[in-house]
C-alpha cells in the first residue's frame, strides 16, 4: 500500500489522466445506453394484456377507441399494434391508431374486434352497434 501511494504522489498527471479517461468512458457508455431503449429502459412484458373497453356499444357511423396495455413489471404499457380487425365487416370497421384500435359502426349488430401486438399479444373486445337513437 505504501509502494502504490508513494507511486501515486510522484505521478499525479498520470492519476489524473487515468481519471479523466475512466470518466470519459464512463460518460459514452451511459450517453450509448440512454440512447437505447433495449440496453437499459426494456420493460419485462408479463404476457397479459387488456383491452379498454372490453365491451362497447354504439350507433351506426359513431367511432370508438380501444386501448390495448401490456402487463410489465412497469405497469400497464401501451404496445405495438400490428393488427386490429373486426370478425364481421358489415356490422363495424377497424383501424390502428398508435397503440389504439379506433372501431367505427357501418351497420346494425355484434361483432368482436381482435388486436394483435409484437410479442405474440392478442386480445378482444364486444362491439355492439345499434341503429337510430344512441344506446
Same mark, same amino acid.
Given at each position: $500500500?505504501?509502494? +502504490?501511494? &508513494?507511486? $501515486? ?6 492519476? %489524473?489522466?487515468?481519471?479523466? @479517461?475512466?470518466?470519459? $468512458? +464512463? +460518460? ?21 394484456? !387488456? ?6 356499444? &354504439?350507433?351506426? *357511423?359513431? %367511432?370508438? @377507441? ?5 402487463? %410489465? ?11 386490429? !380487425? ?6 363495424? @370497421? ?10 367505427? *359502426?357501418?351497420?346494425? *349488430? @355484434? !361483432? ?7 410479442? *405474440?399479444?392478442?386480445? %378482444? ?11
Amino acid at each position: $500500500m505504501f509502494i +502504490l501511494r &508513494m507511486t $501515486m504522489q510522484n505521478q499525479p498527471r498520470r492519476v %489524473s489522466a487515468l481519471r479523466a @479517461t475512466a470518466a470519459a $468512458m +464512463l +460518460l459514452v457508455t451511459v450517453l450509448d445506453a440512454c440512447g437505447r431503449d433495449d440496453v437499459l429502459l426494456d420493460p419485462v412484458v408479463s404476457g397479459t394484456a !387488456t383491452i379498454t373497453p372490453p365491451s362497447k356499444s &354504439m350507433i351506426v *357511423g359513431d %367511432s370508438a @377507441t380501444f386501448e390495448v396495455r401490456a402487463g %410489465s413489471n412497469r405497469g400497464a404499457l401501451p404496445v405495438t399494434l400490428v393488427a386490429c !380487425t373486426v370478425r364481421e365487416s358489415t356490422i363495424a @370497421t377497424a383501424t390502428i391508431r398508435g397503440s389504439d384500435c379506433v372501431v367505427r *359502426g357501418v351497420g346494425p *349488430g @355484434t !361483432t368482436v374486434l381482435d388486436a394483435s401486438a409484437v410479442r *405474440g399479444i392478442s386480445v %378482444s373486445a364486444r362491439v355492439i352497434v345499434v341503429g337510430g337513437v344512441s344506446p
